[in-house]
């Protein structure tokens, strides 16, 4: 009994007598705070594709920082509505909730807190493309669990943070409006090298999404079957690198066809390979 009454005693030193609460008061604010942040997850995307171009992957990242400000803030305008905000009180509870979450959602709550990291670390950002285990593209959100990722097929999946806790993170641009698009061609060993990487460069030039501020590389290694070229460039923004890979691939294949380059035997590869 005693042990009990103490026990009470504690609670009632930590929250607020009923008449002390002010319950509309904490509703307002909780309503209030998660429609700022949701109307911060709508219109910050919206600017940013109103803006020019250089500055939408300034924009972007700023959603989730500004959407974490908000709800850290109506947490600490609501806390205190309940308990008395001493520095022992705040000590005991998120203790106590540290316990709980740790038990009864573990998995969430990694996540939860591997949002955290990712805010700081910055692995990803909004219009970052990335990969993640099986999946690629661009970073639409941060949420507080989980990233959303839209594919090249439109497909929207959304990623757990907790992933940066055992999954290499691939990230092609962190930032940048730029990402490197590789085109590979497959042609027969015996042809003029030093024509070939000459000729792809003048393709990647040409092409009207090439960033010409980036370099140019190609890249040649021999096979058993035949010599691969890779042609390396980048586009002028992240969202064209398939239009670009495309362009490139298809003038490049027209290149070879005009100065008599065969493509690598297929028969050869496929033995090679088996």
């Not at 300034?58 to 509505?81: D, G, K, Q, S, T």
């Not at 285990?133 to 943070?161: F, K, M, N």
Request: proline share 6%; net charge neutral.
């Amino acid at each position: 009994m005693p042990d009990a009454k103490a026990s009470q005693e504690e609670v009632t030193r930590i929250l607020r007598e009923w008449s002390e609460i002010h319950l509309f008061e904490a509703i307002f604010v909780l309503v209030a705070g998660f429609t700022l942040a949701w109307i911060i997850k709508w219109i910050v995307p919206r600017l940013a594709e109103q803006v020019p171009d250089r500055f939408r992957l300034w924009i972007l990242p700023w959603e989730p920082i500004l959407r974490a400000v908000m709800l850290l803030f109506v947490a600490a305008y609501i806390i205190p509505l309940f308990i008395y905000p001493t520095p022992q009180n705040l000590l005991a509870i998120s203790g106590a909730l540290a316990v709980a979450l740790g038990f009864a959602f573990k998995d969430y709550a990694s996540s939860l807190i591997a949002g955290v990291v990712a805010l700081y670390e910055r692995p990803y950002r909004n219009g970052d493309w990335v990969r993640i285990d099986e999946t690629y593209g661009e970073v639409r959100s941060l949420d507080l669990r989980t990233v959303q990722i839209v594919t090249p097929d439109d497909t929207v999946v959304a990623v757990p943070h907790g992933k940066i806790w055992s999954t290499a993170i691939y990230n092609n641009n962190t930032g940048k409006r730029e990402l490197m698009c590789v085109a590979d061609f497959y042609l027969h060993p015996d042809h003029d090298g030093q024509l070939v990487k000459q000729k792809l460069n003048d393709v990647a030039l040409a092409s009207p999404y090439l960033q010409l501020r980036k370099p140019i590389l190609v890249v040649a290694a021999e096979k058993p079957w035949g010599t691969h070229y890779r042609l390396k460039a980048y586009p002028i923004d992240g969202r064209d690198q398939f239009q670009f890979i495309t362009d490139l691939t298809l003038r490049g294949k027209a290149m070879l066809r005009r100065i008599g380059v065969q493509p690598a035997n297929a028969s050869m590869a496929a033995q090679v390979d088996g």
